[in-house]
């Protein structure tokens, strides 16, 4: 595993409601290196998806640092903020966040085109992940017309598309049946390993989390580290 890629440090962030102010994060440090896997666990509402989004740079914390390949992603301004995002960020959700008016193909190659990637370049690579998430047949389809499984699948070939240095997947199988979360995790990890992708990624499945290097546990605004097998 290479260097540092994420690096956090006393991270706090808290919302405001009404006059009163809540802590979710209070004074967090995570790094996380190139190529590694972290699973987040955490109870709803713990500031899972709030971490993702300040490492996106959607939200704003109050203090600290949010260090990403280098860059400051704390202090950054739109528009740097939108093209880092678009450059270096992949997205999975839960909810798949497919552009329904789009074929499957042109889903996939939403972020070459706004990353400037020839046309030509553009249909290779969409080939090539339609190959690699088995929908090989399936370019031309519309979002509605596919399984959440299959969905899924697109919406990961979409994350990974433009060699993104870090995906973010917030329970990308939150939405779906058992079997068919085992199988979208399992290609998922086979393609993080094969393009040496960094992830962190959110969960409430155990077993889902037991597929990443590490697990972390996001409880009362605190970070830990899981080590070995624990009852949840
Ligand atoms: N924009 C907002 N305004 C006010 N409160 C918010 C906002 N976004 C999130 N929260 C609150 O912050 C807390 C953390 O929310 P977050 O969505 O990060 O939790 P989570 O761990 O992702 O939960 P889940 O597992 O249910 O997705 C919650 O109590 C939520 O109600
Ligand atoms: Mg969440």
New binding site residues.
């Given amino acids: 595993m290479g260097q540092s890629l994420v690096d956090i440090q006393n991270l706090r962030y808290r919302?405001s409601e009404g006059t009163r102010h809540r802590e979710?994060l209070g004074g967090i440090d995570l790094s996380v290196r190139e190529g590694e896997s972290v699973a987040l666990l955490?109870r709803?509402?713990?500031?899972?998806?709030?971490l993702l989004n300040l490492i996106s740079g959607i939200d704003k914390p109050q203090s600290g640092s949010i260090s990403i390949d280098g860059h400051e992603i704390s202090t950054l301004r739109e528009p740097d903020l939108t093209l880092y995002r678009r450059k270096h960020i992949g997205f999975i959700y839960q909810l798949f966040h497919l552009v329904n008016t789009l074929s499957v193909a042109e889903n996939i190659a939403l972020p070459l085109e706004l990353n400037g990637w020839s046309r030509k370049d553009t249909e290779q690579r969409v080939a090539r992940l339609l190959k690699q998430v088995e929908l090989a047949d399936y370019g031309m389809r519309f979002p509605d017309q596919l399984s959440g499984g299959e969905q899924q699948r697109v919406a990961i070939a979409r994350a990974i598309a433009h060699h993104p240095s870090l995906l973010l997947a917030d329970?990308p199988t939150g939405n779906l049946d058992a079997q068919v979360g085992r199988d979208v995790m399992q290609m998922l990890n086979q393609l993080v390993r094969q393009e040496g992708l960094t992830i962190i990624l959110?969960t409430?499945s155990q077993s889902v989390a037991k597929s990443a290097h590490r697990i972390l546990t996001?409880e009362q605004g605190q970070l830990a580290e899981r080590v070995g097998d624990f009852a949840w």
């Fill in positions: 919302i979710i955490g709803s509402g713990s500031g899972k998806s709030t329970e959110v409430h996001l």
